[in-house]
């Protein structure tokens, strides 16, 4: 079966409830649901099905508040070529394509990802590793896009070839929802172009619910681990999906035991039109604070919030430590109150 795209599909699948706003909804981001993704989904109760929610379209979409933007995270004021956000010294993130095996309806650059969108072409692509080869500053490239795992393995071979090749690059590390919704696309062929020479490849993975390690993902998950290539987890934190100690604790525990490390939860970007997905600070960090008394430190993630304008990312908390410096009182994660001195 193939990829799910157009409201009529989704129809016809059983996943909508007729909105006259669906329509608009679909036209602000484009649809796709993997086969994979579809077989996971509990028609029995739709509206709080976490995979549904998380790929088919909804009529709160149309909905956008004041305080939401459409470069939420100011990538577009960091960009000194097509393609390329340099925001820290150290590091780019490089998108060589902008589009993805499914389109997460909260997703950070809903305005950006989809099909016809700004993929780069070969020399747009030379003009960013040209940037990257005269900036010796360059430590690390983060593949992300769009999904970069969606390039054909021979191409992909090639941009971590060309990537290895400059001296000063010592980590490359991709970010893609592949492994999770389209496990068949990480190939033999694919795994072994993530195989650079020199440089260290690290692999970050968008997962957001426990449900979505089904066992062909699982499967794809032991092939990356196998071949040594350190797998990273990252969750949004989502109203109604993934917002609750338990899941939460599922899912990393679930992360773990697949031999991804948690790295980041973050905190829901103020994209437009996804208010309906957004959790309060407050409530991140009492989910935060829940784990840390839970969950194992391999399980734990940072709660990070990426700061609007592209400031960039920080870790907001919970605090520990109360705020007299000369008498430190420090918070257990049971909730018992210890004295530090300071
Ligand atoms: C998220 C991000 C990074 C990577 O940040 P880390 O904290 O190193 O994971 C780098 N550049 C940009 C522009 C980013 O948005
Ligand atoms: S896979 Fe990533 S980039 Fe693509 S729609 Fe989902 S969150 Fe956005």
Redesign the pocket.
């Known amino acids: 079966m193939p990829t799910l795209r157009t409201l009529e599909e989704l129809d016809r699948a059983g996943l909508l409830s007729p909105d006259p706003r669906l329509a608009e909804a679909a036209r602000s981001m484009a649809i796709a649901i993997t086969p994979e993704m579809l077989a996971l989904i509990d028609r029995g109760d739709l509206a709080h099905d976490p995979i549904a929610r998380q790929f088919v379209p909804s009529a709160a979409e149309t909905e956008v508040s004041a305080d939401e933007l459409a470069d939420p995270?100011g990538?577009e004021a960091?960009s000194p070529v097509k393609g390329l956000?340099h925001?820290?010294p150290d590091?780019?993130?490089l998108k060589p394509l902008h589009v993805c095996p499914v389109y997460c309806r909260f997703c950070f650059r809903r305005e950006k990802v989809g099909p016809g969108g700004e993929a780069l072409s070969a020399a747009e692509l030379e003009t960013a590793l040209d940037y990257i080869r005269d900036h010796r500053e360059i430590w690390e490239v983060?593949l992300t896009g769009g999904d970069p795992l969606m390039m054909a393995p021979r191409r992909m071979g090639e941009l971590i070839a060309a990537l290895d090749a400059i001296p000063h690059v010592a980590v490359i590390r991709v970010h893609s929802r592949v492994p999770i919704v389209d496990p068949e696309r990480v190939s033999p062929e694919l795994v072994i172009a993530l195989k650079p020479r020199r440089a260290s490849l690290w692999l970050g993975i968008h997962c957001n619910h426990v449900r979505e390690l089904a066992a062909a993902t699982r499967a794809a998950l032991a092939r990356l681990a196998d071949a040594g290539i350190p797998l990273l987890g990252q969750t949004v934190l989502l109203r109604g999906i993934n917002d609750d100690v338990e899941t939460l604790d599922q899912l990393m525990r679930a992360l773990v035991t697949a031999r991804v490390k948690p790295y980041?939860l973050h905190h829901p970007d103020l994209v437009r039109g996804t208010g309906h997905f957004r959790v309060s600070i407050e409530a991140g960090q009492a989910l935060m604070k829940a784990l840390r008394g839970r969950l194992s430190g391999l399980a734990q993630p940072t709660y990070v919030l990426?700061v609007p304008g592209g400031h960039?990312?920080v870790p907001i908390g919970p605090a520990y430590l109360g705020d007299d410096p000369s008498a430190l009182d420090v918070e257990d994660a049971f909730g018992g109150h210890h004295r530090y001195p300071g």
């Open positions: 995270i990538d960091r956000v925001r820290y590091r780019v993130l983060i980041y990426d960039g990312k």
